[in-house]
């Protein structure tokens, strides 16, 4: 089962981690965040797929190229994008730094950064934060951690999970941060999974790419890609498991429990959107590949009309139609059915009767979902995202440089 606890990614065997204030936030809030293990993990992770990708994502790649690592640090403020040789020479410095106070080496400390873009880091507040942050690590540190991460979102996302391999326990859990910017792949977002679990590397790597596939790479909040996603696993193996070399029942059961963790952290981060009051559920089924129930699903969770319709609580299902018609899927009107709330509102090619009151119920729903029928095949998705209000426009806005 997987919990929304704060214990996020201290709840692993081995792990620690810390929240500190280093002033680099304008609020004054939490900026900077470490999380170690003592005992050398394996690691994986995914990226940004953004030619325009932040120093740290070049940084962090080659980190996860080593397969191993001790330690994260992330900031928040500075997103330390487009920040030239500058910016690179910053986010080694910073794994420097966190390398030195922890006793290990800098190859295996991944760096994170997230908030404004074009902006140099503050070295010398971002210096004192990190030896701050780990002259305060602890088991209980990754409510800290978690605040450090955020930028727009409400609240920090955390979630833990535990289950038996071969008669022993393994934990898993994680912090991420994510409201704005919020796109395939990935998001303005930062992820970080830490578990005790014994596996190889390359299984791990296969595991993360394949869930984050079907859990962060099918939300959006607004349809921009960010310069600075990533998804971070260390496996440290102190849960003692037989080690997991081969794609065998126990990897199965880590691979579906991991894919439980990244759905429930997606769907925390688009319920959370920037301004959002409507989570939106779009599920696509009976299309001809994966593919098109994706194109079909995003189509729809991109759509400004659409997100704004929703906003409005207006069943307007035609600019859902509208949507799906132009996303390039495979697709036949008189075939499609939509549905909200369960209550069909489309069919053969024309709008459906149904009972307006009980459709105004599930508009005022805070949680709504949408069901596509394409009715051309057997592949069906799921895309997670949010409506689109005021205060998305407000806060973005006043989000200056």
Not at 155 to 183: D, N
Not at 214 to 229: A, W
Not at 353 to 368: F, G, N, R, S
Request: hydrophobic share 45%; glycine share 10%; with cysteine.
């Amino acid at each position: 089962m997987i919990k929304k606890d704060t214990q996020g990614v201290t709840f692993a065997k081995g792990f620690t981690a810390a929240g500190v204030k280093a002033g680099i936030k304008k609020s004054g809030n939490l900026d900077v965040a470490v999380i170690y293990t003592k005992t050398q993990a394996v690691v994986a992770g995914t990226f940004t797929q953004n030619k325009v990708a932040a120093a740290p994502v070049y940084v962090s790649k080659e980190v996860v190229a080593t397969g191993t690592a001790h330690a994260i640090v992330a900031n928040a403020g500075c997103a330390n994008a487009c920040t030239g040789q500058q910016g690179l020479d910053d986010a080694h410095k910073m794994a420097q730094i966190a390398a030195e106070e922890l006793g290990v080496n800098a190859n295996d400390v991944i760096v994170g950064s997230t908030g404004v873009i074009g902006v140099n880091l503050p070295m010398d507040k971002l210096e004192a934060g990190i030896k701050d942050a780990v002259a305060n690590l602890s088991a209980d540190g990754s409510g800290n951690a978690g605040r450090a991460i955020i930028t727009t979102d409400t609240h920090s996302k955390s979630v833990t999970c535990e289950f038996e391999l071969s008669g022993k326990t393994v934990r898993m859990g994680a912090i991420a941060k994510g409201s704005g910017m919020i796109r395939p792949n990935m998001a303005t977002m930062l992820c970080y999974i830490t578990t005790d679990i014994a596996i190889d590397q390359a299984l791990l790597q296969k595991a993360v790419s394949g869930c984050v596939e079907k859990s962060f790479n099918m939300i959006s909040v607004d349809g921009d890609m960010s310069t600075n996603d990533m998804v971070i696993v260390l496996a440290n193996g102190e849960a003692n498991n037989a080690k997991i070399t081969e794609e065998n029942a126990d990897y199965q059961i880590f691979f579906d429990k991991l894919m439980m963790l990244c759905t429930e952290l997606a769907k925390q981060i688009a319920a959370d959107g920037e301004g959002a009051s409507k989570f939106l559920t779009i599920n696509v089924k009976g299309a001809k590949s994966f593919a098109d129930a994706k194109t079909v699903g995003m189509a729809i969770a991109n759509s400004p009309l659409v997100k704004t319709a929703f906003f409005g609580e207006d069943p307007n299902w035609g600019r859902v139609i509208c949507a799906v018609g132009y996303s390039g899927a495979d697709m036949v009107p008189e075939k499609t059915v939509v549905k909200f709330g369960g209550i069909t509102i489309f069919a053969n090619g024309t709008g459906a009767t149904y009972d307006e009151k009980a459709l105004a119920h599930v508009m005022k729903e805070k949680d709504i979902v949408i069901d596509i029928e394409l009715n051309m095949g057997q592949e069906d998705a799921t895309v997670w995202s949010c409506d689109l209000s005021y205060e998305y426009v407000k806060i973005n806005g006043e989000y200056h440089t």
